[in-house]
């Protein structure tokens, strides 16, 4: 599996238009062959910062991913609301997706 964490500083004026701004591109992510996840998340200490995390099956698949239609698009579209070039954690990680955590299970 490829793992991907990008944190990405937004511009103040887009913190509340970003995840509208994204949608499309999420969406589409989200139903190429090969995507295991997708999801964004808020910092919960600035409210400028988003991490996407995300992974596919292979290194094939993330490159079909970034060769795709809707990658470039975003691309294109996302730099005008970025503070800062994102930063990224790429890895390959064994498995297929998530894991149960062992160490914390729900109250019975």
């Known amino acids: 599996m490829i793992y991907i964490t990008v944190k990405f500083a937004v511009r103040p004026e887009y913190r509340d238009r970003w995840l509208p701004l994204v ?44 060769n795709s239609d809707h990658f470039k698009a975003a691309m294109a579209a996302l730099p005008q609301a970025i503070s800062r070039t994102p930063q990224i954690i790429y890895v390959e990680a064994p498995g297929q997706g998530w894991s149960p955590m062992a160490e914390l299970s729900p109250a019975d």
Do not use: I
Request: zero cysteines.
């Open 23 to 66: 949608e499309d591109f999420t969406r589409a992510t989200r139903s190429e062959p090969g995507n295991l996840f997708f999801e964004w998340s808020r910092s919960v200490d600035d409210p400028d910062a988003f991490v996407l995390l995300e992974a596919f099956e292979s290194a094939a698949a993330g490159e079909a991913h970034v």
